[in-house]
């Protein structure tokens, strides 16, 4: 066990489980925020509201080697543990469990969440063994510390949906909330990914919300799906992004939208999801329709 600025890092999952042992033996809750590190105010947000809503707040970081494929990004990551610490100082966090691979992942490892449901499409279309990875890490953690509750953004809402079916399914006992995307002034989801971009790449990827901001509203006003969502991704490419998708899909179990427009009644049960690259960085983000 170590600490920084007072907070009180744990790298094993023995140590992590005498923290919220002591936590549950005295009647009191905490709640889990997972992350991947190179931590921002979209993470600090999900902190926050992790404070308000039980007693104790452990967060994780771990870069997940199982939700990169080889080709990926996982070795270029940004790993800045130390300013995420001092970053985490500031707020009332009762533990952050920075495991190395070797204690999620040790030898002889061979046990996989498999999925489909809200899994299908989207986010597999392009990254067929990212979820698989997600829902691994993740049961593993919400076992390991068996929270009673834990957050994740809305900015990743496959994602989100997906880590509440498989918790329910798998009887994970820890209540699963989002919470609402942070976005930078102009817009652009915050991301740690959008350290990957240069200057010019970050002055243009606004265009990624702004466009689907606009295709949302034409939507919203009962416009032919299809043609906008074509459109949608026409102007994505005008702007110079090579988009992977562009999509509307059902808030709650992520089906797509099969029908050719959206009536009144449909209006708030649908969200707009985007992936895009961005020259080598892949930006995701989606909105409410
Ligand atoms: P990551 O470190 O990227 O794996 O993200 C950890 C958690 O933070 C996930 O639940 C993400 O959905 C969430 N998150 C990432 N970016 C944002 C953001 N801009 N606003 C709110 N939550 C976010």
Redesign the pocket.
């Known amino acids: 066990m170590t600490g920084i600025h007072n907070l009180t890092i744990v790298r094993t999952i023995k140590d992590l489980r005498a923290i919220t042992n002591e936590w549950r033996l005295k009647g009191q809750t905490y709640a889990m925020v ?4 190179a931590l921002h105010a ?2 600090l ?2 902190v926050e509201q992790a404070q308000n809503l039980a007693d104790h707040v452990l967060v994780s970081i771990f870069v997940n080697p199982a939700q990169f494929a080889p080709h990926e990004d996982f070795d270029s990551y940004p790993r800045t543990e130390n300013d995420d610490c001092i970053k985490l100082s500031d707020y009332s966090v009762g533990a952050v469990f920075c495991p190395n691979a070797k204690e999620m992942y040790p030898d002889g490892f061979c046990t996989h969440v498999g999925l489909s449901g809200p899994a299908q499409g989207l986010e597999s279309d392009f990254r067929p063994h990212f979820f698989q990875g997600v829902a691994t890490v993740v049961s593993k953690l919400l076992l390991a510390a068996q929270p009673d509750i834990a957050i ?2 809305e ?2 809402f496959q ?1 989100l949906r997906v880590i509440q079916r498989f918790a329910k399914d798998l009887n994970i006992p820890t209540e699963i909330l989002g ?1 609402p ?2 976005r930078e002034t102009d817009g652009l ?4 990914r959008n350290a990957y971009l240069s200057a010019e790449e970050r002055a243009k990827s606004v265009q990624l919300i702004t466009i689907m901001r606009q295709t949302a509203q034409r939507l919203q006003h009962g416009e032919l799906c299809k043609a906008v969502l074509q459109e949608g991704l026409d102007a994505l490419k005008d702007a110079g992004f090579k988009p992977d998708y562009l999509a509307l899909h059902e808030s709650q179990d992520l089906k797509p939208f099969t029908g050719s427009s959206l009536t009144k009644e449909q209006l708030g049960d649908y969200r707009l999801l985007a992936a895009a690259w961005l020259g080598k960085t892949r930006l995701i983000d989606n909105i409410e329709v």
């Open positions: 997972p992350t991947m590190g979209g993470h947000s999900l994740f953004g900015k990743d994602q919470g995307t942070m989801a915050m991301s740690s």
